[in-house]
C-alpha cells in the first residue's frame, strides 16, 4: 500500500492530454491499488492517473460511502470514451482533490454512455446517471486535460483567483499529501508504464 501524493493545479501534467494503456502489466495493478489508498486516504469519490503524476488514461472512482450509492461498486477505468451526453443537464458542487478548498457549481449531462475497458483489457459500455456520471466527467476531464475551473465565468474566476495562487505555490494546507511541479520532476518514477 502506497498513498502517492497528489498533483495540484499548476502542474502542467494536469493540462496534458493523457497515453492510452496498452497493456496492464503488474506495474498498472500496483499504481491502481496505490490510487485507491491515495484516493481514500483523502475521502476522494474519484481519482485520474494524471492527479498523481502518471500520464495515463486511468481511473478509478468510488462513490459507496455516498448514501444511497452503498451497492455502486468501485471502478477501474481505462481509455475510456464518453460516446454519449444526454441534452438534460443538472448544476451540482463539486471539488478536485487538485484544487483544495475551492469548491464550484459545475453544469453538465445528468447521463452519459461510457466505454472504457477493465484491468482485463476487456471492453464495457456503461450507461451512468446522477452522481456516477458526475464523477466519471469529472474524471474523464482530468484524462483530457480539462478542470472544472474551465467551466466558470471569467467573474467567478477572478474570485477564485487568489485561492488558485495559493495553490499554485503549495500553500494550501490538506488532510492528504500533495506535490509541487518541482517535488514530482525530483521524485523516483516507480511506474514505467507500457
Ligand atoms: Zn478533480
Redesign the pocket.
Known amino acids: 500500500m502506497a498513498i502517492l501524493p497528489i498533483t495540484l493545479f499548476g502542474d502542467k501534467i494536469l493540462r496534458k492530454k493523457v497515453g492510452t494503456i496498452k497493456e496492464v502489466d503488474n506495474e498498472t495493478v500496483k499504481l491502481i491499488k496505490d490510487m485507491f489508498d491515495t484516493m481514500k486516504n483523502a475521502n476522494g469519490v ?1 481519482l ?1 492517473a494524471n ?1 498523481v503524476g502518471i500520464n495515463k488514461s486511468i481511473f478509478v472512482a468510488d462513490i459507496s460511502m455516498v448514501e444511497g450509492y452503498e451497492k455502486t461498486k468501485p471502478m477501474v477505468v481505462i481509455n475510456p470514451k464518453i460516446t454519449f451526453r444526454f441534452k438534460e443537464k443538472s448544476s451540482v458542487e463539486e471539488g ?4 483544495p478548498e475551492v469548491r464550484l457549481n459545475i453544469e453538465r449531462p445528468k447521463n452519459i454512455t461510457l466505454v472504457y475497458f477493465d484491468t482485463n483489457m476487456k471492453k464495457h459500455e456503461l450507461e451512468a446517471d446522477e452522481l456516477l456520471a458526475r464523477v466519471i466527467q ?2 474523464y476531464d ?1 484524462l483530457q486535460g480539462v ?2 475551473i474551465d467551466y466558470v465565468s471569467d467573474e467567478l474566476k477572478e474570485n477564485i483567483k487568489e485561492s488558485l495562487e495559493k495553490i499554485k505555490k503549495g500553500e494550501v494546507e490538506t488532510e492528504y499529501p500533495t506535490c509541487l511541479p518541482a517535488d514530482r520532476l525530483q521524485g523516483k518514477r516507480d511506474y514505467q508504464l507500457k
Do not use: D, R, Y
Not at 478536485?96 to 484544487?99: F, Q, R, T
Open positions: 474519484g485520474a492527479q478536485c482533490l487538485s484544487i469529472h474524471e482530468h478542470l472544472i
